[in-house]
């Protein structure tokens, strides 16, 4: 059984590009959720997809933004991006709502140069 | 707010030896999940072992093992028998019943010496 897996694993952007993370969920796994990764900040909660509905949501700025589609594989986006958003960015899934088991992706290095 | 809290930010410890991570946290939930993940130099987070708040009985996963003392809102990790492969990132996490919203603690660096 496949693990969650995101892709690019890389990428490299400049100061005031957009960027889309896409990650695809263990199969049968709606919950998706994405995590942001830093060494001052350490690992916050993004927000939470679960049947296309974002249900959660951290305590990021509007520039950060998801979506989930039918077959729950999941994207987030950052727009207009800044030198701090440089991070590893793990996407993680879990089977619903009432199994808390929840498992990573491998992550997204995004670099902004 | 829930917060989780990893006072040792680095342990290290004998090849075959015992060790233990400390974690605690505050809630005022009374349903809620406890995780232990690892992550690797390649930084993928591995689930190492995880407690539901309702469980008495302490989890167990092989030479992984939990004290999870609810009334004083602690979950520490002991590792026995460690293994160079042990090495890693070790991140403790709360989830409340419902929520797939992890909230980590700060990592505990541990390195096994040979």
């Known amino acids: 059984k496949a693990g969650v897996t995101q892709t690019p694993r890389y990428l490299i952007k400049t100061r005031g590009q957009q960027v889309t993370l896409s990650c695809s969920p263990i199969?049968?796994?709606?919950?998706v959720s994405w995590y942001q990764q830093t060494p001052g900040q350490g690992l916050q909660f993004l927000f939470e997809?679960?049947?296309?509905?974002?249900?959660n949501k951290g305590n990021f700025p509007g520039r950060f933004s998801g979506r989930q589609f039918s077959n729950s594989r999941s994207e987030m986006n950052v727009s207009t991006l800044e030198l701090g958003d440089s991070a590893l960015y793990l996407c993680?899934?879990?089977?619903?709502?009432?199994?808390?088991?929840?498992?990573f992706g491998e992550g997204s290095w995004l670099t902004v140069v | 707010a829930q917060t989780v809290t990893q006072s040792q930010p680095e342990m290290s410890v004998q090849e075959a030896e015992t060790v233990t991570l400390s974690c605690t946290y505050d809630?005022?939930?009374?349903?809620?999940?406890l995780f232990w993940y690892k992550q690797p130099p390649s930084r993928q987070m591995i689930l190492v072992i995880r407690?539901?708040?309702?469980?008495?009985q302490n989890a167990t996963e092989n030479r992984f093992s939990v004290n999870f003392q609810k009334a004083a809102k602690s979950f520490s990790l002991k590792i026995s028998d460690s293994q160079l492969g042990d090495a890693a990132m070790y991140f403790c996490?709360?989830?409340?019943?419902?929520?797939?919203?992890?909230?980590f603690g700060q990592g505990t660096r541990l390195t096994i010496n040979p």
């Open positions: 993680a899934s879990s089977l619903d709502s009432s199994f808390n088991t929840i498992y």
């Open positions: 199969s049968g796994h709606r919950s």
């Open positions: 997809y679960f049947s296309e509905t974002q249900r």
């Open positions: 809630t005022s939930e009374s349903d809620y999940y």
């Open positions: 407690q539901e708040a309702y469980k008495q």
């Open positions: 996490a709360y989830t409340i019943q419902g929520a797939q919203k992890l909230v």
